[in-house]
């Protein structure tokens, strides 16, 4: 089941009909932490693929890269030429104001649909529950996308699209919220289980991936991995001898130092506010390199022989940091970094040394 839930806001695990049972044009979610139902107007939606360009659009909360998929080499594609109808209806949902339907889940059927029409003039109903929600129900429109997408597995980013995603939308509900706060109900709506090393980097990258992505149009998305992902952050720091952070200091009398962490609004203007000189020499890169493969673009970004005393002190304490403020130790490996048999050295690292990693959490739970 998927969860978005916090015990102090309005986000939480929710079930119930949703939009794959309709009745009587509205749609229930009962969320299981207060046994609240929440129900919506829902409507099914035909539209022509004519028409779908001018009708609706891709949500901002489905993280999906419909530009780096082969259309045409798709079962689904050559399915719906041949048969010209949608075997199950899209999500979609709509918000106050606006006639635009925002699809939460069926953007490649989307983008086959349109395809076809423009390449051969077969127009293909595209068919879309509809659900009416407002701004302060875009949790549910996340959780649909988890609940019901079962095509191929998100690359990594989709993952950090989807990531910051769940970020922008928590900070302007609980502007005054951490990031730890953020990476805990990120985690429990099932989307993937990050530490906070691996979020930090996600959400800068996704963010600077919107500005580079048209020098990236060739590359396999498959191998734009956390790896490359660091490298672009670390070119962007590197270049502004500074660090892209997701959190800022506040005043905070309730607190026994005075002051607290917590996220930063509206962090992708921000960010490339921030870092706008830093972006534009990245962009300056990329549109140099000769070949745009993965590996001569990684090789294009390494900067780190220039790198101030400074920044290398920063990245050097990346993993490991106690000081009188904050005492954290973070190892992430994934198979999206590392290959098969390389995890499997990693795994049993970790298992040989099992014993004295919990030691050392029994050693601080007895201390405090």
Not at 69 to 76: F, G, K, V
Not at 83 to 92: C, M, R, T, V, Y
Not at 164 to 185: C, R
Not at 230 to 258: C, H, P, Y
């Amino acid at each position: 089941m998927d969860n978005f839930r916090s015990r102090n806001r309005g986000l939480h695990t929710a079930s119930g009909n949703g939009l794959s049972s309709l009745k009587d044009n509205k749609s229930t979610f009962i969320d299981q932490i207060t046994g609240k139902k929440h129900t919506f107007k829902t409507n099914d939606v035909s539209i022509d693929s004519s028409e779908l360009s001018s009708k609706t659009e891709i949500s901002p909360f489905n993280p999906r890269e419909i530009s780096k998929i082969d259309l045409e080499s798709l079962n689904l594609y050559k399915n719906l030429k041949e048969f010209q109808i949608l075997s199950e209806p899209a999500i979609g949902y709509t918000l106050p104001d606006s006639d635009t339907i925002f699809i939460a889940n069926g953007a490649t059927r989307r983008a086959c649909c349109i395809d076809i029409y423009n390449k051969t003039n077969i127009d293909i109903k595209y068919n879309i529950h509809v659900i009416q929600l407002d701004k302060e129900s875009m949790w549910l429109v996340l959780q649909e996308i988890r609940r019901t997408d079962s095509n191929r597995k998100f690359t990594f980013i989709e993952q950090s699209i989807n990531a910051l995603s769940f970020y922008e939308m928590y900070a302007t509900t609980e502007p005054s919220s951490s990031v730890k706060n953020i990476i805990e109900n990120y985690n429990l709506t099932g989307a993937s289980s990050l530490s906070q090393g691996r979020f930090s980097l996600m959400i800068p990258f996704a963010i600077i991936y919107s500005e580079i992505k048209e020098f990236l149009i060739d590359v396999d998305s498959k191998k734009i991995s956390a790896k490359f992902a660091k490298l672009v952050i670390d070119f962007i720091e590197n270049t502004a001898e500074k660090k892209i952070t997701i959190r800022k200091t506040v005043k905070d009398d309730k607190t026994s130092k005075g002051y607290s962490f917590v996220v930063v609004e509206n962090i992708q203007s921000t960010v490339l506010s921030e870092f706008k000189a830093e972006v534009t020499a990245l962009k300056s890169t990329l549109s140099r390199i000769p070949s745009l493969n993965i590996d001569t673009i990684s090789d294009a970004l390494q900067t780190k022989d220039s790198v101030s005393d400074a920044i290398q002190k920063k990245d050097a304490e990346n993993n490991i940091v106690i000081n009188d403020q904050v005492c954290t130790i973070n190892f992430s490996f994934t198979r999206e970094d590392y290959s098969e048999s390389q995890m499997k050295k990693i795994r049993e690292i970790f298992n040989e040394n099992e014993d004295f990693l919990n030691e050392l959490k029994n050693k601080i739970d007895q201390a405090i």
